[in-house]
């Protein structure tokens, strides 16, 4: 059994049922059909509310909160602040900002669908930059596992615009799509910034306007798989929609037509192959066997009512037990620690190096109209200081450029803070 209907387990879910397992998963968002309509009330929630953040168009679950970035106050004496009523409670140094989504689909419900690989040299930062972890596998082994992962989402992207900075793809690949074309913003941008370059620690850096690789439909490639060709997966409960992009830039929250790539689409492909979803199911504690250490069953609080609160005097839910042959946390990587902890688990390692890329805004006016709001969200990056050997004393780093706002790219070092991962500056720019 697994817990949690986003996109980790939805995959781990529709390959075991493929190899012909019995599968039950443990969703705590409200039980929804996979109809169109029912996808099509979450637009009505973002119509309703006043604020536009990731997670309003996805209604506040009494039982199931979950992070909404307007959780996140002000900074006092270099310390971040909480709103009151937050989900979370943190006092580290480094305070997660994000968000996620407690609903069935999981966080790919509002994600962009940026689908970058990961560099062969983020696998070894130990070694040649002295700092983090290596990791105990490499590029080259992930690679078969990106082709699938590629497969599944349904990536759009050209091979040979993604192979930078030591990345490498086998022999006649393609990606399933075409590249999203890229917008009239990125074409300004790669013109203005060309010869430019970056000097940084006596190290120079070219601007690289690069396409962005993202889960969302574009023209299928009739080369992918030795020239079978790609299918596009459209909307669940009405596929003819969301068959391409249609570049409304709506991504975040919610892409209206599906055409964004969400796990919604593997959830029905597993479904159809037997695969149990229980909503309204919120998983409680792991139950283990103290000298084995294995686990036994999983407890979970079902509720009746949406906004039935999971409070003594109003309980309205009915506590239950579930036993399996194997169980898998696909809950998220805080819930997943935060259950873990919950239930009594002794690790200390648990929570421990949750990584995530912080993210800096940044502004700027453009000499001209450039045309904002004018396809995905993103369709271009600068990810030329992704890698350097910078990165012995600073993150490295990428500029993501958004079509979301109507700008002026400010090169800048990510903070001292996040020295191991990635730090990404969405860079907006606007005309007059
Ligand atoms: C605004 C935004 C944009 C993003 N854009 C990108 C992007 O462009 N590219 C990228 O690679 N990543 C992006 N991400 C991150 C990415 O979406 C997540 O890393 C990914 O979806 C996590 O998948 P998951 O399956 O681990 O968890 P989730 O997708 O969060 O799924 C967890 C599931 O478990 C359920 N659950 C939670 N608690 C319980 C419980 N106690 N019992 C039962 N069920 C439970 C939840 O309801 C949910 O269905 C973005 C994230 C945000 C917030
Ligand atoms: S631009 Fe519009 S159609 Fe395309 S993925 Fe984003 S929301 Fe969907």
């Known amino acids: 059994m697994i817990v949690g209907a ?75 602040q909480f709103n009151e009523g937050s989900y979370f409670k943190q006092y580290g140094p480094a305070p997660f900002q994000s968000t996620y989504t407690r609903a069935k689909g999981g966080t790919t419900l509002h994600w962009l669908g940026t689908c970058l690989r990961m560099l062969p040299t983020d696998f070894k930062e130990q070694d040649l930059f002295g700092i983090g972890k290596n990791w105990p596998i490499n590029y080259y082994d992930l690679m078969p596992y990106y082709r699938k992962a590629e497969l599944e989402i349904g990536v759009s992207a050209d091979v040979e615009e993604q192979a930078y900075l030591g990345v490498s793809f086998e022999e006649d690949y393609v990606f399933p799509m075409t590249k999203i074309p890229q917008s009239h913003l990125d074409k300004k941008l790669t013109e203005w910034t060309k010869n430019a370059v970056f000097e940084y620690k006596n190290e120079t850096y070219e601007y690289n306007v690069v396409s962005t690789p993202q889960g969302r439909n574009s023209n299928p490639n009739p080369k992918y798989n030795n020239g079978e060709g790609y299918q596009p997966v459209g909307a669940v409960g009405n596929p003819d929609l969301g068959q391409r992009c249609e570049g409304n830039s709506a991504c975040v929250p919610i892409c209206p037509v599906q055409a964004k790539y969400n796990a919604l689409k593997t959830l029905q492909k597993a479904v159809n192959k037997g695969v149990v979803i229980n909503a309204q199911c919120v998983a409680s504690e792991i139950q283990y066997d103290d000298k084995t250490g294995e686990v036994t069953g999983i407890k979970y609080k079902e509720y009746e009512d949406f906004d039935a609160l999971q409070s003594d005097e109003n309980c309205t839910y009915v506590e239950k037990t579930v036993k399996a042959k194997r169980y898998v946390l696909a809950a998220h990587a805080v819930e997943n620690a935060k259950l873990m902890l919950a239930s009594g688990f002794k690790n200390k390692n648990i929570g421990q190096n949750l990584m995530d890329h912080p993210v800096l805004l940044t502004w700027g006016l453009a000499p001209e109209k450039i045309g904002a709001f004018r396809g995905p969200g993103s369709t271009s990056g600068i990810p030329s200081l992704r890698d350097g050997i910078f990165r012995k004393d ?38 007059i």
């Not at 979301?404 to 860079?427: D, E, G, L, M, S």
Request: with cysteine; glycine share 6%.
């Open 6 to 80: 986003g996109i980790s387990g939805a995959i781990v879910a529709d390959q075991l049922a493929e190899k012909g397992h019995d599968v039950l998963i443990l969703e705590t968002g409200v039980k929804k059909d996979f109809s169109f309509e029912s996808y099509r009330d979450y637009l009505h929630t973002f119509y309703k509310n006043t604020v536009k953040i990731p997670n309003s168009t996805y209604p506040q679950n009494p039982n199931a909160p979950q992070p909404l970035v307007t959780d996140v106050g002000n900074i006092e004496d270099g310390i971040q």
């Open 394 to 431: 600073r993150s490295a780093f990428r500029v993501e450029i958004g079509n979301f706002k109507i700008v002026i790219v400010i090169p800048t070092v990510a903070p001292n803070y996040a020295i191991t991962q990635y730090v990404i500056f969405p860079c907006y720019f606007f005309s």
